[in-house]
């Protein structure tokens, strides 16, 4: 793995977490560079055990581990369970999720993930999706723009910039970063790269589906997980990730409503082993800046949702 591709966060914490057993079966549903499976197979080195390291980025694939126990899967998390059933996996002992966007896609000036580069405004994480950032500044009414931009990028004003994006392609339509860049600069608050980085953000989770994406996985998870020591542990990046995460631990559902049978007992799918989510220790923040903002948040399946 490039040391330029992705920094594993929480890297060891991830591996402890999973509490890897002889014969299990693990996924990390966010590939990437490989760094997590490095260490997992590498914590690992004498158990018979299998790996399954899902990413939809096709490029993650020339990173895939050279052991006989890790399988690469080019295909987007939600769809794990589809993909597991090819091999015979039905039930799983550990699934681990770093969320957000690796360092290597962002460095892609053509990817379009970053305000830094002038390319083209495209955002997939998988490079086959149908629909770009572009797509959503063009197409979308103002008030659905005001509403991705409010509740995944927390952007305060989210109406206003909504409304001059609105304005601005009637003008002439927004392709690149740079279109994008001369609406947004004079509305930014605050400092211009937090202002940017909450927009970006904004549009990449729209484009990609990813809360969309990272509900189906926490569904999926819980009933793959094996009760009683199946393993879920994810990394969040914002506070609406980690909401959800937290909800699903919680009460297996994104919104976090308790559910009773009808005998009034409420149904409490994982033991939570985090009452609070693990942070990057202070000599992690200094080596790698991305780990600023995550959380780790780590549940063990209960032995039944019933």
Do not use: W
Not at 64 to 81: E, I, Q, S
Not at 82 to 92: D, E, K, V
Not at 147 to 159: D, F, H, I, S, T
Not at 207 to 212: A, K, L
């Amino acid at each position: 793995m490039s040391a330029e591709y992705h920094v594993p966060v929480l890297a060891h914490e991830c591996v402890e977490a999973l509490n890897l057993r002889p014969g299990g079966v693990y996924v990390d549903v966010t590939f990437g560079g490989g760094g997590h499976s490095r260490l997992i197979l590498e914590h690992a080195k004498d158990m018979d055990l299998k790996l399954f390291g899902f990413d939809q980025d096709e490029e993650a694939r020339a990173n895939a581990l050279p052991d006989d126990r890790f399988t690469f899967v080019a295909a987007n998390f939600r769809h794990l369970r589809n993909h597991l059933r090819l091999y015979g996996i039905t039930q799983i002992d550990g699934l681990l999720a770093d969320l957000g966007v690796s360092s290597h896609q962002f460095n892609q000036a053509e990817r379009g993930f970053s305000y830094r580069f002038n390319a083209d405004l495209d955002m997939r994480m998988g490079k086959t999706a149908d629909r770009t950032a572009a797509d959503i500044v063009n197409n979308y009414e103002a008030d659905d723009l005001q509403k991705v931009l409010g509740e995944y990028g927390e952007v305060r004003n989210a109406r206003t910039l909504a409304q001059a994006i609105a304005e601005a392609r009637e003008r002439q339509p927004i392709v690149s970063i740079q279109d994008f860049l001369d609406v947004c600069d004079p509305l930014v608050r605050g400092t211009r790269p937090r202002y940017l980085a909450q927009v970006f953000q904004a549009l990449r989770i729209e484009v990609n589906d990813e809360i969309g994406a990272l509900t189906d996985l926490l569904a999926t998870a819980t009933d793959l997980l094996i009760p009683q020591h199946g393993r879920l542990v994810v990394i969040s990046y914002h506070s609406l990730e980690d909401r959800i995460t937290k909800n699903f631990l919680k009460t297996g559902n994104a919104k976090g409503e308790m559910i009773k049978d009808f005998y009034g007992n409420i149904d409490r799918p994982y033991k939570i082993l985090t009452k609070k989510p693990v942070l990057p220790p202070a000599d992690e923040l200094q080596r790698n800046s991305r780990a600023r903002s995550a959380k780790m948040r780590v549940g063990e399946r209960a032995a039944s949702t019933k």
